[in-house]
């Protein structure tokens, strides 16, 4: 007999199931659409500079300090996660605001990058090398403005001591977004290079 209810407590157990934070899963859904507009821009990019009437211009080299900056910037956001899971809060808001400036300083740099390449006579309007690097960098730097707001968000939770060892939501949702705009911001800068 007790057999049979052992059995029968096995069968009522619910099996477990993977689960999610439904904000992580929502930025993947985000990173994955990103992905597919990217690489469906780029593929355009290939297919429209086949087609000939192509303008060569230098690609300014701004665009390669503004790459060293964002790369620190991933470093600094590395930094703010690994304080937060030690509960270190001073470095965690340090390493946050770091963050955020040098997030500030690679969207100058990029704007700085336009004014070069409107002084080599490279505009929006025209030919189709120009529109796509103004469109790559500027839809980039829309993404990266919306990384800079997630910053903000995780820097006023990390003041009201809502980002800790035991609530790391937060931290790693905008350390996850951030190490992402870094990696495509690489991605579209070493393909410019070689495709350009």
Request: hydrophobic share 55%; charged share 15%; glycine share 4%.
């Amino acid at each position: 007999m007790s057999e049979i209810v052992k059995d029968i407590a096995v069968l009522e157990e619910p099996e477990e199931t993977l689960s999610m934070n439904p904000r992580k899963f929502i930025l993947w859904l985000f990173i994955v659409s990103i992905i597919m507009l990217f690489a469906a821009m780029t593929s355009a990019y290939l297919v429209r500079r086949a087609e000939g009437n192509w303008l060569e211009y230098t690609i300014p080299p701004i665009f390669s300090y503004s790459s060293v900056v964002l790369v620190l910037s991933s470093l600094t956001m590395h930094w703010a996660y690994v304080s937060a899971k030690k509960d270190n809060f001073n470095s965690l808001r340090t390493a946050i605001t770091i963050t955020f400036a040098l997030g500030m300083a690679f969207l100058y740099m990029q704007f700085q990058g336009w004014v070069e390449l409107v002084e080599q006579k490279v505009f929006f309007v025209g030919n189709p090398a120009g529109s796509f690097m103004y469109i790559f960098t500027g839809l980039h730097g829309f993404h990266l403005i919306s990384g800079l707001i997630v910053l903000v968000f995780a820097l006023v939770a990390a003041f009201r001591l809502r980002i800790h060892a035991k609530s790391l939501n937060q931290i790693e949702i905008a350390a996850t977004y951030w190490h992402f705009l870094d990696i495509l911001w690489l991605y579209l800068f070493f393909f410019l290079v070689y495709f350009h």
